[in-house]
């Protein structure tokens, strides 16, 4: 049976309690039954009343990061139990704002992957280029560096995983990867999880996370390897993410 394809929103720091009650319910009158599996990652201040909007629909609701911790002394974090508190389905983590803003290390996006598994939520682990990167042709060295250090962690239940490339130099500058070149990478990715986890590596949903909006969604989701879509701002349009989720059969 062929897996679903996955489109994840992300809503980034973005959204209020009106703005996100008109977003969804406009979302859930026309969504009816997808041909794929749809979630939105919201602000951590939203999963309430998010878990009440989405409750019994097709949309699953996701975190856009967790600590690696389980609880203790750590201000302002969010654990793994906690966000399932809230039916957390999904967390992204590695996301190239984390890495670029807060620091985040490679084996530090592996440990809150590990974190999010060990309580049944399942890890969105980003990974991509920068523009410098890839003009200097270190893209293939730079995200097989960073899948490395989560299978290296989490090897056990990889194939448990989500698995998003970001090119770092496509998000939110209207640059997309052509077709060809986000599959390419997702190629590359794709043998990297296999070599991890065998025949497991065709049910890993490979996401591409750089600009797909409602005009690029098909061309892109029509390539061998690439499995959904990590949608940033369109999926803070109804009109526009619905479009995207329908172009993922």
Same mark, same amino acid.
């Given at each position: 049976?062929? =897996?679903?394809?996955?489109?994840?929103?992300? #809503?980034?720091?973005?959204? *209020? &309690?009106?703005?996100?009650? *008109?977003?969804? =319910?406009? &979302? &859930?009158?026309?969504?009816?039954?997808?041909?794929?599996?749809?979630?939105?990652? %919201?602000?951590?201040?939203?999963?309430?009343?998010?878990?009440?909007?989405?409750?019994?629909?097709?949309?699953?609701?996701?975190?856009?990061?967790?600590?690696?911790?389980?609880?203790? !002394?750590?201000?302002?974090?969010?654990?793994?139990?906690?966000?399932?508190?809230?039916?957390? /389905?999904?967390?992204?983590?590695?996301?190239?704002?984390?890495?670029?803003?807060?620091?985040?290390?490679?084996?530090?996006?592996?440990?809150?992957?590990?974190?999010?598994?060990?309580?049944?939520?399942?890890?969105?682990?980003? %990974?991509?280029?920068?523009?410098?990167?890839?003009?200097?042709?270190?893209?293939?060295?730079?995200? =097989? /560096?960073?899948? !490395?250090?989560?299978?290296?962690?989490? @090897?056990?239940?990889?194939?448990?995983?989500?698995?998003?490339?970001?090119? %770092? #130099?496509?998000?939110?500058?209207?640059?997309?990867?052509?077709?060809?070149?986000?599959?390419? %990478?997702?190629?590359?990715? /794709?043998?990297?999880?296999?070599?991890?986890?065998?025949?497991?590596?065709?049910?890993?949903?490979?996401?591409?996370?750089? *600009?797909?909006?409602?005009?690029?969604?098909?061309? &892109?989701?029509?390539?061998?390897?690439?499995?959904?879509?990590?949608? @940033?701002?369109?999926?803070?349009?109804?009109?526009?993410?619905?479009?995207?989720?329908?172009? !993922?059969?």
């Amino acid at each position: 049976m062929t =897996k679903k394809k996955l489109i994840a929103g992300n #809503w980034k720091m973005n959204g *209020s &309690l009106a703005a996100n009650e *008109s977003l969804v =319910k406009a &979302l &859930l009158q026309d969504v009816g039954t997808p041909d794929c599996e749809v979630a939105v990652c %919201v602000p951590a201040p939203y999963l309430a009343q998010m878990q009440a909007l989405l409750a019994g629909s097709p949309i699953a609701l996701g975190a856009q990061d967790l600590s690696a911790q389980q609880q203790g !002394a750590f201000t302002g974090e969010q654990s793994a139990t906690m966000l399932k508190d809230f039916g957390v /389905r999904y967390a992204i983590v590695g996301h190239s704002e984390r890495r670029q803003y807060h620091g985040e290390t490679d084996e530090a996006v592996a440990a809150k992957a590990a974190a999010a598994l060990a309580n049944g939520i399942t890890p969105i682990v980003c %990974v991509g280029e920068t523009l410098a990167q890839r003009e200097s042709a270190h893209t293939e060295e730079v995200v =097989k /560096r960073q899948l !490395a250090a989560v299978i290296h962690v989490n @090897g056990h239940c990889i194939s448990e995983i989500v698995v998003a490339y970001e090119p %770092v #130099w496509a998000i939110g500058t209207g640059k997309t990867a052509t077709p060809e070149q986000a599959q390419s %990478v997702h190629a590359l990715l /794709r043998a990297q999880l296999h070599h991890a986890a065998n025949e497991h590596a065709a049910g890993i949903h490979i996401l591409y996370g750089g *600009s797909m909006n409602a005009a690029n969604a098909a061309e &892109l989701l029509a390539q061998p390897d690439i499995d959904g879509g990590l949608i @940033g701002g369109a999926s803070l349009k109804a009109p526009d993410f619905l479009q995207i989720i329908a172009a !993922a059969r």
